[in-house]
């Protein structure tokens, strides 16, 4: 689906942001991205849908090198719902909003009007629908954000550090709609710091660290992995850690009450 | 007490309910108190009353009373109120104005008219707590974003303030700048002996070095206690509280009989216990 | 925009020039400006010109300075042609386009040679209202936030499926307001939590706000101030006279 061939990324400035990113993302993928401010997570993100272009190395979607197409073509295929939804709202109503990009592409006035009801819907925004997007608190004006994408459907949706500024019901709605969209056979993209909410999805998880792909794999394995992930400034779940506490003492095996275990194990928390 | 709040209510002009209801709250010297609750709960608007905005900047209904150090919020002067208690926004962007590292932390003393020589040694010393000497002729958009966090610290300590209030500082830090933030947090209270009032999301975090536990919910005080008898107890999940994993999972090993998870440990210290329980 | 930027914006530099004091940097660049003003021939601009170019070596801005007379040029090509079509005189008509360049160069000297700190501490001598030296201290040190905050729109709405350069002036005027309204609201929230804390830092608490750092002209100051004034009285003298009319 999105090919990362040996990417270099080198600012005007001369910092270089990517140094050699070789990544494949599978069709129907919950993938995490994950590494400490400046890792070059976002630039890499930003290389999906042709926003920068590589310095060296490729870049292709569905086959297509992205130097050779444009970002509202390949947005179509890739939806990215950016960090701060401030830097997007603009429109009068929230209906409005969401129409925007659909107008873009170029969607008929019949499906303009069924996707908006749709997205606003699925959402739970529906009541705000002729309200202006500014008067929603955080929690909502994130919710819009992603309705404003998954309303033209693309095949791929990119979050971009989706739970900064959000609470832990809004955080759990996000977690749902992540798996919503997975189990719909989306390809999801999650690039965050935040493992705790990231941990209970148990995507495949990459690792990133001074511009350059350190650790890729189940999350399970990944986030075993202590010292990688520490010379990454990567935490990791506090859940791992006491799993390893209680596990790695070669006179007792792990053997906590069976239902901790299998939390641990199975990656979710408790509830 | 440093921080007593006795019967406050706020209500923003027009808005249809109270931001902040019927709330007191006594806060001792050198705590570190954690509010949490979900987002829109009153948690902002109970900062500005605590540091004067409210009612200084904010008018609305306004009832109870807040003192700070034994003065009344509500009739002391935002020159005196900027010097009892200091307030570290979110975004630490927004409260950096000048060119220089070292003229920002100053800001506030000239603003007061401290004199130069005095003002020098508060500034150095500001520096000094937070580490930041390194940093201090540098321009704020050669700054990362916890160094941005510790410099718009360095300028609330400049002022020496009795209580500190932090709102959601580590919302935009990584998880390992996050976790160096919260440690040095803990130093400040040891160094300086200051009070905190943190309001966080992210509890986890937190545990380790907060005394107290206070959860708000539609502008009331709804829970407060110790850090584990509010994580541990059942009531907080109902309030849009993240309760860290660990909390969840110490739940489950004291119910399964795991004697001596009355208090929250990390993980290592709760696989310690188990250790010993097993031998 | 573009040659504003390159010609009156600060870039960090460390030369002597830059280290002078901003009060004696201001001066050369008024007193270059004044120069360019009375003289009279083609060539006395060119000496002015020729003193700038050979200042901002010294302060390591040399690329900078030729880069705004280049993009000047354009302007003072227009001066050219106006004035000629109405004067028909060839010689006074360049000496306008050439004085131009002169002033504007003498002034970009002075911009791109002074911190951001610096300017405010001139603005301070000037004894302005704390307010106004306040404000145009924020405005310039949220410029680079700003233009960061616009890059960041732009990818998002791109990531919509805007297309910015596409279509006649008109749509493309239009695919502007996407950006704008995002960039106004932001800076609107911007500004009050930048309100709530100067509150919280005692903005405007004493009549005499007192400052960090010390400002005293060093001895190199003094000199290179009074070096400046000679030399613009010789120039002056050896344009023949002050009092003669401005120009031709």
């Known amino acids: 689906m999105i090919e990362f061939r040996d990417v270099a990324y080198v600012h005007p400035t001369g910092v270089r942001a990517l140094d050699g990113v070789t990544l494949g993302i599978r069709g129907g993928e919950t993938v995490a991205i994950v590494g400490e401010n400046g890792a070059g997570k976002t630039t890499l993100v930003k290389h999906a849908t042709g926003l920068l272009k590589p310095t060296s190395g490729t870049v292709t979607v569905d086959g297509v090198d992205t130097r050779d197409t444009s970002t509202a073509a390949l947005s179509r295929k890739i939806g990215v719902a950016f960090q701060n939804p401030d830097h997007q709202l603009f429109s009068e109503s929230v209906e409005e909003e969401v129409a925007f990009a659909l107008r873009n592409f170029g969607f008929s006035r019949e499906l303009v009007e069924g996707r908006v009801s749709w997205g606003l819907e699925l959402f739970g925004l529906a009541e705000y629908r002729r309200s202006s997007p500014l008067i929603l608190s955080g929690g909502e004006k994130k919710r819009l954000t992603l309705a404003c994408i998954l309303a033209w459907d693309p095949a791929v949706v990119i979050l971009d550090e989706p739970t900064v500024g959000q609470d832990a019901l809004q955080k759990e709605k996000l977690g749902e709609t992540i798996r919503m969209l997975s189990s719909t056979g989306k390809t999801v993209v999650v690039v ?80 | 007490m440093i921080l007593e709040i006795d019967g406050l209510n706020f209500r923003y002009p027009d808005a249809p309910k109270k931001a902040v209801d019927s709330f007191s709250l006594q806060v001792p010297e050198s705590e570190i108190v954690v509010l949490a609750g979900a987002s829109g709960c009153g948690k902002s608007t109970l900062l500005r009353a605590i540091n004067g905005l409210i009612p200084h900047m904010y008018a609305g209904d306004y009832s109870g009373d807040v003192r700070v150090g034994g003065s009344s919020v509500k009739a002391s002067s935002m020159r005196e109120l900027a010097q009892r208690v200091g307030f570290l926004f979110q975004n630490p962007e927004n409260q950096i104005f000048m060119f220089t590292v070292e003229r920002d932390i100053a800001f506030g003393l000239e603003n007061l008219g401290v004199p130069r020589q005095e003002m020098r040694r508060r ?94 919910s539609s502008g009331r005080k709804v829970l407060d206690g110790s850090p584990s008898e509010v994580l541990m107890g059942d009531e907080a999940d109902g309030f849009g509280v993240s309760i860290p994993a660990v909390s969840r999972v110490q739940k489950l090993l004291a119910k399964d009989g795991l ?21 | 925009m573009m040659w504003l930027s390159g010609g009156f914006i600060f870039r960090s530099g460390n030369s002597r020039f830059h280290r002078l004091d901003p009060r004696v940097k201001l001066l050369i660049s008024i007193l270059t400006f004044a120069t360019a003003l009375i003289a009279r021939y083609i060539y006395e601009i060119g000496l002015v010109v020729a003193f700038i170019l050979v200042v901002a070596a010294a302060a390591t801005v040399l690329t900078r300075i030729a ?49 951001p700190d610096e300017l405010e501490r001139v603005m301070k001598m000037f004894r302005l209202p704390r307010d106004v030296v306040f404000a145009f201290v924020t405005a310039v040190r949220f410029v680079p936030v700003m233009m960061l905050d616009a890059l960041q729109i732009m990818d998002a709405q791109k990531s919509r499926g805007l297309e910015l350069d596409k279509g006649n002036i008109l749509r493309r005027a239009r695919n502007m307001i996407p950006i704008l309204i995002p960039l106004v609201v932001n800076a609107v929230v911007r500004s009050g939590e930048l309100a709530e804390a100067m509150e919280s830092r005692a903005y405007g608490a004493s009549e005499r706000p007192t400052s960090l750092v010390e400002y005293r002209a060093k001895r190199v100051d003094k000199v290179v101030a009074l070096a400046a004034v000679v030399v613009f009285l010789l120039a002056a003298y050896s344009f023949y006279s002050l009092l003669a009319p401005i120009a031709l």
Do not use: C
């Open chain 2, 123 to 216: 500034v150095d010393e500001a520096i000094g707590l937070l580490g930041i000497g390194s940093l201090a002729q540098r321009a704020p958009y050669e700054l990362s974003d916890g160094q941005k966090q510790r410099v718009a610290l360095a300028g609330v300590l400049a002022m020496r303030p009795k209580l500190i209030i932090l709102d959601e500082p580590t919302s935009l830090l990584d998880p390992k700048t996050a976790l160096d933030f919260v440690d040095l947090v803990a130093n400040l209270r040891k160094d300086v002996g200051a009070t905190f009032l943190i309001v966080e999301h992210r509890l986890d975090l937190l545990v380790k070095v907060a005394d107290r536990m206070v959860v708000m």
């Open chain 2, 259 to 279: 004697a001596g998870v009355d208090r929250l440990y990390d993980a290592e210290e709760v696989a310690a216990i188990r250790q010993r329980e097993r031998r």
């Open chain 1, 192 to 271: 965050s710091h935040d493992i705790e909410f990231l941990w209970p999805l148990q995507p495949r998880v990459v690792v990133m660290k001074a511009g350059r792909v350190v650790a890729d794999g189940p999350a399970k394995s990944v986030m075993m992995m202590g010292q990688a992930l520490d010379s990454a400034r990567v935490a990791e779940p506090h859940l791992v850690t006491l799993y390893r506490a209680l596990a790695q003492r070669p006179d007792s095996p792990f053997v906590g009450p069976h239902e901790a275990r299998a939390w641990i194990e199975g990656g979710s928390a408790p509830h």
């Open chain 3, 67 to 115: 880069r705004t007379m280049a993009l000047t040029a354009t302007f003072s090509a227009f001066i050219f042609v106006v004035n000629f079509l109405f004067t028909r005189n060839l010689e006074s008509s360049s000496l306008y386009a050439f004085r131009f360049v002169a002033i504007v160069v003498s002034t970009s000297l002075f911009f791109v040679t002074t911190t």
